[in-house]
T-cell receptor
Framework: DGGITQSPKYLFRKEGQNVTLSCEQN?????MYWYRQDPGQGLRLIYY???????QKGDIAEGYSVSREKKESFPLTVTSAQKNPTAFYLC???????????FGPGTRLTVT | GDSVTQMEGPVTLSEEAFLTINCTYT??????LFWYVQYPGEGLQLLLK?????DKGSNKGFEATYRKETTSFHLEKGSVQVSDSAVYFC????????????FGKGTSLLVTP
């Protein structure tokens, strides 16, 4: 089955630790995106990548970093510089020229 | 910059009632418009989309028409079911941001038997 996987579903970390969220897709999509969702809020764009080895900052990139070494993978690192990291993180992908993104199931990160 | 505004929820309806969720947008150029649905604890699923003025997107009994004159993309369904209970997000994408989605804040819908 083609799709997007995010692991783990729930993640707990202590304040001051970096943590990396996984996102893998086997849809052969060119573009991948990371969004953050907070209660009562829409999704906000963190980073996106339209091609391997290239990525762009979104609206709330501060305190986050990404890499795109392979087409199918787009991991997100939440660094200790992110002041309020507890949130639901969603990864998405899109084929170039198509409209609409496919979303993964999300990772809920809790930092205490 | 681009933005999406949708009606605040929660919206509570009885089964078989008519549903309207309002969505308006501000954007440069010619954005594409979307409705996504999110069930509890899950990611988002694309419900419908429209790419140009007067296009009507439809899926599973839901419809929305791209109205450029009123910059709107209101979601409608003639008869809701309990299984439609979810959070609905209106969104737009534009070429000037790598086709990333710009979302409204979401509207929670609860349908009661």
């Amino acid at each position: 089955d083609g799709g997007i996987t995010q692991s783990p579903k729930y993640l707990f970390r202590k304040e001051g630790q970096n943590v990396t969220l996984s996102c893998e897709q086997n849809l052969n999509h060119d573009a991948m995106y990371w969004y953050r969702q907070d209660p009562g809020q829409g999704l906000r764009l963190i980073y996106y990548s339209q091609i391997v080895n290239d990525f762009q900052k979104g609206d709330i990139a501060e305190g986050y970093s990404v890499s795109r070494e392979k087409k199918e993978s787009f991991p997100l690192t939440v660094t200790s510089a992110q002041k309020n990291p507890t949130a639901f993180y969603l990864c998405a992908s899109q084929q170039q020229g198509a409209l609409g993104q496919y979303f993964g199931p999300g990772t809920r990160l809790t930092v205490t | 910059g681009d933005s999406v505004t949708q009606m605040e929820g929660p919206v509570t309806l009885s089964e078989e009632a008519f549903l309207t969720i309002n969505c308006t947008y501000t954007a440069t150029g010619y954005p594409s418009l979307f409705w996504y649905v999110q069930y509890p604890g899950e990611g988002l699923q694309l419900l419908l989309k429209a790419t140009k003025a007067d296009d009507k997107g439809s899926n599973k009994g839901f419809e929305a028409t791209y109205r450029k004159e009123t910059t709107s993309f209101h979601l409608e369904k003639g008869s809701v079911q309990v299984s439609d209970s979810a959070v609905y997000f209106c969104a737009l994408s534009n070429s000037n941001s790598g086709y990333a989605l710009n979302f409204g804040k979401g509207t929670s819908l609860l349908v009661t038997p």
